[in-house]
């Protein structure tokens, strides 16, 4: 194998040669072509067709889809990073979710697909009534997206790129940026989706690959225990001052178990706060649970679920653990501790374990395989991103701007969406300079705290919402307020201060600062509970008559439902019929002056057949081809059918049981994991 400079100088493409950049093509051709083919199978035109990729999905696009969704290039830098710096411990992050997805398929999908909701806001709306409780989750999570996944997500694929091609790390990112946005604006859900599927084999391949190189470097499996300890900077860190605690590798490095005080990821903080936080992520997030929504059934929304749990078995194995033998193979640069030489190595004072796995891409892996696990940090980054952008735009488009105008055509909605995934993209650039600084230089440490100031809240009144009955809209409202109110209280003084790192204590008072994210996580998801339920007992209780099928309870109810906001939808109706009838007026008054061929071409140009070829061709490579239209051809009868359909959460007995016992088999299976690396 040809050796390589450790450090790639800036400019300095490591993956130029002709086999690495047909990999990276030939994967390239793959995704446009799935893209392409999935575009062409579904009907883009409408909400429903665009955003839940008409609710027909099998099983097995869920599970690669909810996994593809949520490992982006983030765990990849991430994982290995944090693995690196402090040992197994965060892999616990991973197989946390196994018992999370189980919580999401067998308790909240049912109720989201018997409600018939489209948002996770929107369920919010059904079964609290108003429109502020919704309109607070929607500007919240844009902004969870940005802080923790967008610019996180930018910035890890950014970093693999930087020593791989050498490229300066914005062009990187916008580069990356064209290419994820063109087929996420264009395909839709169902895209993403089928996509998914090429990008999560993809990964998983390659990482396998990675693995197997990594583990025969250091030895094998036993090799990374007897070594890991041992992987310390060869520049004496003593003669500037550093403590031995900075860079020397921690007693319980091979310990998921910790200690509950003074360790970095205490293990009731990681039981319960990291549980906290997973069931924001994975029970109430749009980004995951819009993947259930497009289920073909619930059956299939169950299984997709426990094929994404089996594969979140794999990170320790694919990231972690590769991390950590990174570190011994390359202790001067992913262990550097002296701030002059982590500058030269990273860009960044702090440390950088965050080039752990990249690193050992470009120095360990032969031709050909390099440009291999180039394609999997681009499917990784390219796959998540898409998944955001899809449901940022899904949460934008029908919770706020369909608000702001509520006689919005189909088609205004489609555009709008799209529009805001280009302006996300912008704030989401701006804030990468943030996530390179924080926590220490510990990307997945930054994400979790992050999370834990701002998820606990929503997550609280999802759980409440769904399996309690006597919480009502006030209390709802004034329990996310309050812990938004208390999550902010901790983050600001965080950010103001800096996160610090051991080189560099911040300081922010311990008062503040001195509770372990997580733990403040626990903190304020009982606070929002309190409070939630306090204010509910406090002011009248909802009629069941308003609560059919939009609680766990009443799931299966067939009784007929009176949505709390009834009232203000008839008010939306009027607006609409309103601006329909002037429509129709201004038409009128058009055709009267000789002008009616140009008002149709101008207002509704699906109908004008004098399109050029080019606009035919652009209308329906952005799904509003006459597609677009097919959604309001439905008569009453067949769209009370169609919601039918896709609210039925009755399951045959028979596969009923194949998932149940499957579900039993994969949360056995990660409690012996949890035991066997305790």
């Known amino acids: ?82 693995g690196a710096a402090n040992g197994l411990a965060v892999a616990g992050f991973e197989w946390n979710a196994l018992f999370i997805v189980f919580l999401l398929g067998w308790f909240f999908v049912p109720v989201y697909l018997a409600a018939g ?24 999570s844009l902004f969870l997206y940005i802080f923790t996944k967008i610019s996180v997500d930018m910035f890890s694929g950014a970093v693999f790129i930087q020593q791989a091609l050498g490229w300066n790390i914005y062009v990187a990112v916008i580069a990356l940026l064209i290419i994820t946005t063109i087929y996420t604006v264009t395909g839709g859900l169902a895209a993403l989706m089928y996509t998914d599927i090429v990008q999560t084999f993809v990964m998983i391949s390659g990482a396998f690959v990675l693995m197997g190189f990594a583990f025969n470097e250091v030895g094998g499996y036993q090799g990374l225990f007897d070594k890991y300890m041992g992987a310390l900077p060869s520049r004496t860190p003593a003669l500037y001052n550093i403590s031995a605690s900075c860079y020397v590798p921690r007693k319980d490095s091979f310990h998921m178990i910790r200690d509950a005080i003074i360790s970095d990821l205490p293990w009731p903080a990681v039981i319960f706060g990291l549980s906290i936080n997973s069931l924001w992520y994975w029970c109430s997030d749009q980004v995951i649970v819009q993947r259930c929504l497009a289920g073909k059934n619930l059956t299939h929304v169950k299984a997709g679920c426990i094929l994404c749990g089996y594969l ?37 004072e702090v440390g950088c374990s965050n080039i752990a796995y990249p690193k050992l891409v470009v120095t360990l892996m032969p031709r050909g395989l390099r440009g291999l696990m180039l394609a999997v940090m681009l499917a990784a980054l390219m796959s998540s991103l898409a998944s955001i952008f899809n449901s940022s735009g899904t949460l934008f488009t029908m919770d706020i701007y369909n608000r702001l105008r509520p006689q919005a055509s189909n088609k205004e909605l489609l555009i709008v969406g799209r529009v805001w995934i280009l302006l ?23 994400i979790q705290s992050i999370s834990s100031y701002l998820a606990p809240p929503i997550a609280a009144i999802f759980l409440l919402g769904l399996f309690v009955k006597r919480v009502n809209e006030q209390g709802a409202f004034w329990g996310m307020v309050g812990g938004l109110a208390m999550g902010m209280a901790r983050m600001i003084p965080e950010f103001i201060y800096g996160t610090g790192s051991c080189l560099f204590p911040s300081a922010c008072p311990r008062l503040i600062c001195g509770v372990h994210y997580l733990y403040f996580a626990v903190i304020l998801f009982c606070s929002t509970a309190i409070i939630a339920m ?14 059919h099928r939009l609680v766990f309870s009443l799931r299966h109810s067939k009784e007929e439902r009176v949505d709390l906001d009834i009232e203000e939808e008839a008010v939306v109706k009027q607006r609409e019929t309103t ?77 009923r049981h194949v998932v149940n016992v499957n579900a039993v088999i994969m949360m056995a299976l990660a409690t012996f994991l949890w035991g066997y690396y305790a």
């Open 1 to 82: 194998m040809e050796e390589e400079s450790p450090v790639p100088k800036p400019g300095k493409a490591v993956i130029s040669n002709p086999v690495d950049i047909s990999v990276i093509c030939l994967y390239f051709l793959a995704v446009i072509g799935v893209g392409l083919w999935s575009m062409c199978r579904t009907n883009r035109g409408t909400v429903r067709g665009y955003f839940l990729a008409g609710g027909n999905m099998v099983w097995w696009p869920i599970g690669a889809s909810l996994f593809a969704s949520n490992i982006g290039s983030g765990h990849f830098v991430g994982l290995a990073g944090t």
């Open 424 to 446: 996300l993209v912008g704030v989401s650039i701006a804030w990468i300079p943030v996530v390179q600084a924080a926590q220490g230089g510990q990307l997945f440490d930054y």
């Open 534 to 547: 306090g204010v509910s007992l406090c002011t009248a209780p909802i009629p069941d008559k308003h609560l």
């Open 579 to 655: 601006w329909q009838q002037r429509r129709e007026q201004a038409e009128t008054e058009a055709a009267q002056n000789g002008r009616l061929e140009r008002a149709l071409e101008v207002d509704d140009p699906e109908a004008a057949p004098s399109f050029g070829r080019l606009r035919q061709c652009v209308s329906w490579f952005c799904g509003m081809g006459a597609g677009s239209q097919g959604q309001a051809e439905l008569s009453p009868e067949e769209k009370a059918e169609e919601l039918q359909c896709l609210t039925d959460i009755t399951e045959h007995p028979i596969w």
């Open 117 to 140: 909701v489209i948002t996770m806001p929107q369920y919010l709306k059904k079964r609290f009534g108003g429109q502020r409780i919704r309109l607070y989750l929607s500007v919240l």
């Open 312 to 348: 979140k078995l794999l990170p320790m194995f694919l990231m972690v653990m590769p991390g950590m033998i990174s570190r011994i193979l390359y202790p001067d640069e992913v262990a550097c501790v002296i701030p002059e030489e982590c500058k030269r190595i990273c860009g960044t």
